[in-house]
């Protein structure tokens, strides 16, 4: 049996104690506690709409990524309140701000500006186009912190340039820099430290696409032959007609692989 088909029998319970970054701890708790490996890619434009969110599909949920940068009225209160939210739900929170710049850029990006990014966020993501000067510059601020780095090894969309040999890079610079990058976004299992944690986006109940490039993969082909970790969905659940119900319904398919 390859050792990716080993990795994929492990419980989040095995995954937690073997972990040793202590955010993929937390999140394989969560996991492993609410039985849901499901997350909430929440692209709205308002404070009111994102904690509405946050607080309405809490309970079905480990993560809840945010664009924080969407915000058209954004205020410091937001995310305070949604740091709240988060603890009263038990969820983390990622914002998806995909760092690309060199080290001393993103240091400050992710500890400053408007949106002081480091002290809310529990995860964190970021091209590797820099190199791993990006990484180094992150893991500067966040790392005292507790907090964990995702790369993005792979996307969703079509015609993407994230494959082969720069995904292959992807892996070895999360490999060679555990002690703050905790994952990766990518289509499917990459690396076989159980403590990395593989989140997948573009997802919906029916394979598809938007008009804008995004390619949707189902649950099936993205937790069962692709063997990722934890699915991120978003205007599957949020533009339902019953968006409790989806979540819900998500949660479940999600949590059978
Ligand atoms: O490759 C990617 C990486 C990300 S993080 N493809 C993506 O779609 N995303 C994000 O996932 C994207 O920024 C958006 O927030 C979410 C997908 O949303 P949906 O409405 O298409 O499910």
Redesign the pocket.
Known sequence: MPPIERLSMLSWQDRKNLATHPMAKKLFDIVATKQTNLAL?C?VTSQAELLYWADLLGPFLCVF?T?IDILEDFTPSCTQELKKIAERHGFLLFE?R?FADIGHTVSLQYAGGLYRIADWADLI?AHIVPGPGIIDGLRQVGQNKGTGLLL?A????EG?L?TGDYTQKAIALAEKNADFVCGF?SLRKLSQNPGMIH?T????LEAGA?SLG?R?RTVEEVLGANRSDII?????I??APNPVKIAELYREKAWDF
């Open positions: 890619a692209d990524k664009h998806d995909k993501n993005l792979e996307m969703s969309a993407t994230a976004i989140f986006p573009g997802v919906k938007d995004q949707y991120i969905v978003g205007r599957d949020c533009k």
